[in-house]
Structure formats: structure tokens, C-alpha cells
């Protein structure tokens, strides 16, 4: 990926996405960045799949406490930093951007769900925000390439 410029937005994106699905993280930088391929693909997508069917059930733990924000925290940390390393630019900022990035899309989501319950379904709510969720993971790495 020779892409330098944007590095800090797209961190800050990629850290938004993985706030409200944790698997968005380093998940879609993963399928962006180099030295990935068909196994690691089917892998993330299967992994991000089976986090927003179980999103959905009342077993998973809030994003807002420790047990919900650390993986997200984490996956956007790392998804930041194959952001960095791809392009080449130290990977300390992007990190950082990330990880702070992923609270703020973690209390978003909450704050949505909340608000969207008052007036619909809490099912339609999730899957809206499933679909926000990967158009911001998707505007994160748009225009990158994959050069193995």
C-alpha cells in the first residue's frame, strides 16, 4: 500500500467501526493490508460474522465495561497500527488514534441503541447499526489495495 496520506483519519474510522463491533478492527485492516489471503479472509469474515449474530443475544457483555471495551480498544489498536505498517508511517499515532477512537464509537453505539429502543425494535436498531458500522470500516481502508 503506498497510501501515506490519511493514515490518522483512517485510523480514527477504523477505531469508530471496532467501538461498536470489536472484530472490525484489525478484521477489515487484515483484509486491506498485505500478507493476507483467501484463509485469513474467510477467517475475519466469519469472525465478524459470528460477533453480529451474537451481539444480538443477551449473554454479550456491555461495551462500555472492561470486559466489552478491551477487545475493542485492543482490535483497534492493532488494526491502526497494519494501517501504519502498510503505509509505511510510524505506528505510534495511528495506534494511538485508534485506540482512542474506539471508546468514543463504543459509547455511540450504546447511545444509539438507546435512543433508536424509544421509537423501534431493538433488532432493527443492531442491524442498523451493523450496516453504519461496516460503512465506516469500509470508508477506513477504501481505496487500499491488497499487494501480497
Known amino acids: 500500500m503506498a497510501e501515506r496520506k490519511g493514515i490518522p483519519v483512517r485510523a480514527c474510522l477504523l477505531g469508530l467501526a471496532a467501538g461498536s463491533r470489536a472484530?472490525?478492527?484489525a478484521g477489515t485492516a487484515l483484509r486491506a493490508v498485505p500478507g493476507g489471503g483467501p484463509a485469513l479472509t474467510t477467517l475475519t469474515v466469519l469472525g465478524t460474522v459470528g460477533e453480529f449474530i451474537g451481539d444480538k443475544t443477551p449473554f454479550a457483555p456491555s461495551r462500555l465495561e472492561w470486559a466489552g471495551l478491551i477487545p475493542r480498544v485492543a482490535s483497534a489498536m492493532v488494526g491502526g497500527g497494519l494501517l501504519a505498517r502498510?503505509?509505511?508511517v510510524p505506528l505510534p499515532?495511528?495506534?494511538l488514534?485508534?485506540?482512542i477512537a474506539a471508546p468514543v464509537g463504543a459509547w455511540a453505539g450504546v447511545t444509539w441503541r438507546e435512543v433508536w429502543g424509544r421509537v423501534g425494535p431493538d433488532t432493527a436498531g443492531a442491524l442498523i447499526e451493523d450496516a453504519v458500522a461496516l460503512a465506516v470500516a469500509g470508508a477506513a481502508v477504501r481505496g487500499l489495495t491488497r499487494e501480497n
Open 23 to 25: 472484530s472490525l478492527g
Open 93 to 95: 499515532p495511528a495506534v
Open 97 to 99: 488514534i485508534a485506540g
Open 86 to 88: 502498510a503505509a509505511g
